[in-house]
């Protein structure tokens, strides 16, 4: 069969791609703009084309796209002129997944680590697991998949536009429930409700014992024969030797933990494979040291709750050093949901710099702003609008020898990182 796959640049859509490929499918994609990932993806073979046009349906039997159709692009020819469209979950449920023992890792927090810790378990076990990550894995030279030959399929399960229901998990691990996603649901109650039905579609239940939204859910399947539940709390700093501090991470670790156990996995296996496990791309991501010697770390953080874990982390690893959390907020809608916990979590940083909201599938939205957040925050924080260049001189300037910098954002911010590490002057352009 040959697939097309619209939006092929994702981080999810890609890994699907390549694992399409490796098991035999006539891949191609599209996407707006070339990117790193389209490059790579074009070394290894895949067909890739910028832009979008109904021409690339030509002798195609599916259009795998990305959901972020739904809000961009919905009109446009390639989607509405497809015979046979559907998004990339849905594609990798119906054909990826088919006939494979799955482990799906949902929660609002922590999905692509708890996932990549989980697939270096597996593989410790020698159980040669198909994998599909959000992220890229350092372990894996950066990439973002694995397709092995055994009964096993690891996926991340993301709760937004309820994606996660097209799956039907023997295992499911949920890591954590809380408010997110407001663009699609209306408060915590909706959230829940999805969490519920996707735990009803699992044999086994691995759940975080420990967090407030998980024990809502245990409520609401109180008194069901199925799933089976198996609650689990953070690991213990003597049960295994991570790289990585913070105890969100041991609380990731403990979900692999117990999710290995339940597949026969012995806790010796289990131990190395998480001791051996090098990180992610964009996940507390040590980036480097400057020649005044400003360490960065870089991270996916856009929610409070991964804000104050993570500025939390770096004061463990760090804790006599002043630390500087580098945001940019992620969507207005979010933003405007959760202003009082993000102005409260980024408290914890020494000094706290603010970009422009990122946001590229809301449409007549424009506050409340970075500004606005930054005001909240009150005087340690600095709001920087416009390019990010202004970001990386201000920190440039700033930034005193041994501080650590701590960039968080799902967008573009990244970039930052790059143009310090990057920059052999004071002056960024």
Same mark, same amino acid.
């Given at each position: 069969?040959?697939?097309?796959?619209?939006?092929?640049?994702?981080?999810?859509?890609?890994?699907?791609?390549?694992?399409?490929?490796?098991?035999?499918?006539?891949?191609?994609?599209?996407?707006?703009?070339?990117?790193?990932?389209?490059?790579?993806?074009?070394?290894?073979?895949?067909?890739?084309?910028?832009?979008?046009?109904?021409?690339?349906?030509?002798?195609?039997?599916?259009?795998?796209?990305?959901?972020?159709?739904?809000?961009?692009?919905?009109?446009?020819?390639?989607?509405?002129?497809?015979?046979?469209?559907?998004?990339?979950?849905?594609?990798?449920?119906?054909?990826?997944?088919?006939?494979?023992?799955?482990?799906?890792?949902?929660?609002?927090?922590?999905?692509?680590?708890?996932?990549?810790?989980?697939?270096?378990?597996?593989?410790?076990?020698?159980?040669?697991?198909?994998?599909?990550?959000?992220?890229?894995?350092?372990?894996?030279?950066?990439?973002?998949?694995?397709?092995?030959?055994?009964?096993?399929?690891?996926?991340?399960?993301?709760?937004?536009?309820?994606?996660?229901?097209?799956?039907?998990?023997?295992?499911?691990?949920?890591?954590?429930?809380?408010?997110?996603?407001?663009?699609?649901?209306?408060?915590?109650?909706?959230?829940?409700?999805?969490?519920?039905?996707?735990?009803?579609?699992?044999?086994?239940?691995?759940?975080?014992?420990?967090?407030?939204?998980?024990?809502?859910?245990?409520?609401?399947?109180?008194? /069901?024969?199925?799933?089976? #539940? =198996?609650?689990?709390?953070?690991? $213990?700093?003597? &049960?295994?030797?991570? *790289?990585?501090? @913070? +105890?969100?991470?041991?609380?990731?670790?403990?979900?692999?933990?117990?999710?290995?156990?339940?597949?026969?996995?012995?806790?010796?296996?289990?131990?190395?494979?998480?001791?051996?496990?090098?990180?992610?791309?964009?996940?507390?991501?040590?980036?480097?040291?400057?020649?005044?010697?400003?360490?960065?770390?870089?991270?996916?953080?856009?929610?409070?709750?991964?804000?104050?874990?993570?500025?939390?982390?770096?004061?463990?690893?760090?804790?006599?050093?002043?630390?500087?959390?580098?945001?940019?907020?992620?969507?207005?809608?979010?933003?405007?949901?959760?202003?009082?916990?993000?102005?409260?979590?980024?408290? /914890?940083?020494?000094?706290? #710099? =603010?970009?422009?909201?990122?946001? $590229?599938?809301? &449409?007549?939205?424009? *506050?409340?702003? @970075? +500004?606005?957040?930054?005001?909240?925050?009150?005087?340690?924080?600095?709001?920087?609008?416009?390019?990010?260049?202004?970001?990386?001189?201000?920190?440039?300037?700033?930034?005193?020898?041994?501080?650590?910098?701590?960039?968080?954002?799902?967008?573009?911010?990244?970039?930052?990182?790059?143009?310090?590490?990057?920059?052999?002057?004071?002056?960024?352009?």
């Amino acid at each position: 069969m040959k697939i097309h796959f619209m939006g092929i640049g994702g981080s999810g859509i890609s890994a699907v791609a390549r694992i399409a490929k490796a098991q035999g499918f006539e891949v191609s994609g599209c996407d707006l703009e070339d990117s790193a990932i389209t490059r790579k993806l074009r070394t290894e073979g895949i067909e890739v084309i910028i832009g979008h046009n109904a021409s690339h349906l030509k002798n195609i039997d599916i259009l795998a796209h990305s959901p972020a159709v739904y809000y961009q692009s919905e009109n446009h020819p390639e989607f509405t002129k497809a015979k046979n469209p559907m998004t990339w979950e849905k594609f990798m449920a119906k054909y990826l997944m088919k006939g494979k023992t799955l482990i799906a890792v949902s929660g609002t927090h922590g999905k692509g680590t708890t996932t990549a810790m989980m697939a270096r378990v597996l593989e410790a076990a020698k159980c040669d697991p198909t994998v599909e990550v959000g992220a890229n894995l350092l372990d894996w030279g950066k990439e973002n998949f694995r397709s092995g030959k055994s009964k096993y399929y690891l996926c991340e399960a993301d709760e937004f536009r309820e994606k996660f229901l097209l799956y039907k998990p023997y295992v499911a691990i949920i890591t954590s429930v809380e408010m997110d996603h407001p663009e699609y649901f209306k408060n915590f109650d909706a959230v829940l409700n999805a969490f519920v039905k996707f735990s009803k579609k699992s044999d086994i239940l691995v759940l975080n014992s420990e967090d407030a939204g998980c024990n809502k859910l245990l409520k609401e399947l109180k008194g /069901l024969k199925t799933p089976r #539940i =198996i609650r689990y709390k953070s690991l $213990r700093k003597s &049960q295994a030797k991570l *790289k990585f501090p @913070g +105890k969100h991470i041991r609380s990731d670790a403990g979900a692999v933990w117990a999710a290995a156990r339940v597949l026969g996995v012995k806790d010796k296996v289990i131990k190395s494979g998480l001791e051996n496990f090098n990180g992610l791309e964009r996940r507390f991501e040590y980036r480097g040291e400057t020649a005044s010697g400003i360490k960065i770390y870089d991270d996916y953080a856009h929610h409070p709750t991964a804000v104050s874990v993570n500025i939390n982390a770096i004061r463990e690893k760090h804790p006599n050093k002043k630390i500087w959390a580098v945001f940019q907020p992620h969507m207005f809608s979010r933003l405007a949901t959760l202003f009082d916990d993000f102005a409260s979590s980024l408290q /914890l940083a020494d000094r706290i #710099i =603010i970009s422009d909201v990122f946001t $590229r599938r809301e &449409q007549g939205i424009t *506050k409340p702003s @970075g +500004k606005d957040l930054s005001r909240a925050v009150g005087p340690k924080a600095t709001y920087i609008g416009g390019d990010l260049v202004n970001v990386a001189n201000f920190l440039s300037r700033n930034a005193g020898k041994n501080d650590i910098l701590l960039v968080m954002g799902a967008g573009d911010i990244y970039k930052v990182s790059d143009m310090i590490l990057t920059s052999g002057s004071k002056s960024i352009s």
